[in-house]
């Protein structure tokens, strides 16, 4: 089955900082890759999503372009607020079944 | 209205005791999903249904067990709560392309 390596966190930023969350995965094939949200007390939400290799997704000022050659699928943004604070999930679908495999997730506190 | 609803949100229980979590969704999905998720461990699934008559074992479903209601309900259940099924539970839907998991808000459980 697939597998998903997230950096760990927490990762704590200044406002308008610049963000980079690494992710990468294994699979077989080439499987749509997805970025998940948690913000506090709430469910998961996707926030981006690539289907091919060098898709950019994009959504909210977050981006995370599909790598094949390294199957990674960083997610970045280049200034972070304190609303973004929460837990950012990668996600690689087409494990058996169509399932999402998740990663750990890595939680970013974004500070005044 | 949520468009994935959990019940309870929180719930305290001793060892031993069976407990049902209740999910059900108004988004008109066939498929269904249990997550389970722990502190360093990331989201891990437990019981997931792709239509009515359709149940599947995840990747954790020792202990636990689950019904297929209805389209809209899918419920889980600890047959003997122990301490380490403690953890935040989530309910996800998806349509048949598995483009995007819809979550619920979570059940809190903490078994005693």
């Known amino acids: 089955g697939n597998s998903v390596t997230q950096m760990e966190g927490p990762v704590t930023l200044s406002e308008e900082a610049f963000l980079t969350i690494n992710c990468t995965y294994t699979?077989?094939?080439?499987?749509?890759l997805f970025w998940y949200v948690q913000y506090p007390g709430e469910g998961l939400q996707l926030l981006l999503k690539?289907?091919?290799?060098?898709d950019k997704g994009s959504n909210k000022g977050f981006e995370a372009t599909y790598r094949k050659e390294t199957t990674s699928f960083h997610l970045e943004k280049g200034s972070v607020q304190v609303s973004d604070s929460a837990v950012y999930f990668c996600?690689?679908?087409?494990?058996?079944?169509?399932?999402?495999?998740f990663g750990t997730g890595t939680q970013l506190k974004v500070e005044l | 209205d949520a468009d994935v609803t959990q019940t309870p949100r929180n719930r305290i229980t001793k060892t031993g005791k069976r407990i049902m979590l209740e999910c059900s969704q108004t988004?008109?999905?066939?498929?269904m999903y249990w997550y389970r998720q722990d502190p360093g461990l990331g989201l891990r699934l437990i019981y997931y249904?792709?239509?009515?008559?359709?149940?599947n074992k995840g990747e954790i479903s020792d202990g636990y067990s689950v019904s297929r209601q209805a389209q809209a309900k899918f419920s889980l259940s600890l047959e003997s709560a122990i301490p380490n099924q403690t953890a935040l539970y989530f309910c996800?839907?998806?349509?048949?392309?598995?483009?995007?998991?819809?979550f619920g808000s979570g059940t809190q459980l903490s078994v005693l």
């Open positions: 690539a289907t091919k290799a060098d």
């Open positions: 996800a839907t998806s349509d048949n392309t598995y483009e995007k998991l819809f």
């Open positions: 699979a077989t094939g080439y499987p749509s």
């Open positions: 249904s792709f239509d009515v008559k359709d149940i």
């Open positions: 996600a690689p679908g087409g494990g058996g079944g169509n399932k999402l495999t």
């Open positions: 988004k008109g999905h066939d498929r």
